[in-house]
């Protein structure tokens, strides 16, 4: 009952998400085949998150399976404990349909606990907001936004998970997001 509450959350999510990619296309860079978000963090999942997760590898076929467990086995985090996402395989997501909100809301402008602009790391690659945003002072360019008049502004969202657990949907659908951890935390657990 949780995670079908859940998945009709994440149907609603993603629609939003869809606008919002849309509405930021002239800062974004994602295309299929670019997977540096999977390749380096530390992937906070709340439990239900997890489990909804879960619920898409169990529906893997074996050889996929064998792939995810030895990355999962050979996973290595580096000194900031960031490493690569185990169910990434040839830069996809074997998981896709059921990953994780983190997952979803990577890659657009995002405002943090101390109200500072937060843009993707890939910026820094030449890619999201690389045009409109500097990673280093963490500000817009708006020269740059005013000299070439893009169709939208930049826009900042609140997507943290924080965030996310306090919306309006969120409650009217009864859904307990439980404790988050970092994704090899969780996978460690369940190997157990
Ligand atoms: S968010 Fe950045 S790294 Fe991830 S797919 Fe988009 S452009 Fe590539
Ligand atoms: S679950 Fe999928 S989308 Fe999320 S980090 Fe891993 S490979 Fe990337």
């Given amino acids: 009952m949780g995670l079908e509450n859940y998945k009709n959350f994440l149907d609603i999510l993603n629609q939003d ?5 849309e ?20 992937y906070p ?23 995810i467990n030895n990355n999962i ?20 997501c074997s998981v896709y349909a059921n990953r994780g909100i983190v997952c979803r809301t990577f890659g657009l402008l995002n405002k943090e606990a101390d109200g500072k602009v937060n843009g993707p790391f890939c910026g820094k690659l030449g890619l999201n907001y690389s045009n409109v945003y500097d990673k280093e002072t963490k500000e817009l360019l708006m020269d740059v936004i005013e000299e070439n008049q893009y169709k939208n502004l930049p826009r900042v969202f609140s997507l943290d998970i924080t965030n996310i657990r306090k919306l309006d949907l969120v409650k009217e659908l009864g859904i307990e997001f439980g404790v988050q951890k970092p994704l090899d935390e969780w996978l460690k657990e369940y190997a157990e």
């Fill in 23 to 42: 509405h930021q296309k002239d800062y974004i860079f994602c295309k299929e085949g670019c997977s540096h978000c999977c390749e380096y963090g530390e």
């Fill in 45 to 67: 999942f709340t439990e239900i998150e997890f489990n909804y997760l879960m619920i898409g590898y169990n529906n893997l076929d074996n050889k996929t399976k064998e792939i």
């Fill in 17 to 21: 998400l869809d606008a919002m990619f």
């Fill in 73 to 92: 086995k050979n996973l290595q985090k580096d000194e900031n404990g960031y490493y690569i996402c185990p169910f990434l395989i040839n830069r996809k």
